[in-house]
Nanobody, 119 residues
Framework: QVQLVESGGGLVQAGGSLRLSCASS???????MYWYRQAPGKERELVAS???????NYADSVKGRFTISRDNAKNTLYLQMNSLKPEDTAVYYC??????????????WGQGTQVTISS
């Protein structure tokens, strides 16, 4: 069983920056990793992803402002968030997708970290 622990959330003013971290209890080297967020009253949405090869994708709303990265040696996923806006306020979750054998996929989630952006 993999455990993911997010950290780095907090309260910042619009235009500021935060760096989220997601530490895994297991190796992330072969896993695709994701950041999601959920604002009050809204569905959880995909913010960014990075596959095991390092290729990244971003939601249009965060392109150019957020950067996802990974450190396989530290089993840690990161999300650098710059030029933050009030609409970025949400609980941010990391997800790790494990595919140990063909046809079997397991998703592990962290507990979330609150990000609040004041205007």
């Amino acid at each position: 069983q993999v455990q993911l622990v997010e950290s780095g959330g907090g309260l910042v003013q619009a235009g500021g920056s935060l760096r989220l971290s997601c530490a895994s209890s297991g190796s992330i080297r072969k896993s695709d990793m994701y950041w999601y967020r959920q604002a009050p009253g809204k569905e959880r949405e995909l913010v960014a992803s990075i596959n095991s090869g390092g290729s990244t994708n971003y939601a249009d709303s965060v392109k150019g402002r957020f950067t996802i990265s990974r450190d396989n040696a530290k089993n840690t996923l990161y999300l650098q968030m710059n030029s933050l806006k009030p609409e970025d306020t949400a609980v941010y979750y990391c997800k790790m997708r494990v595919a140990p054998v063909v046809g079997a996929v397991y998703d592990y989630w962290g507990q979330g970290t609150q990000v609040t952006i004041s205007s």
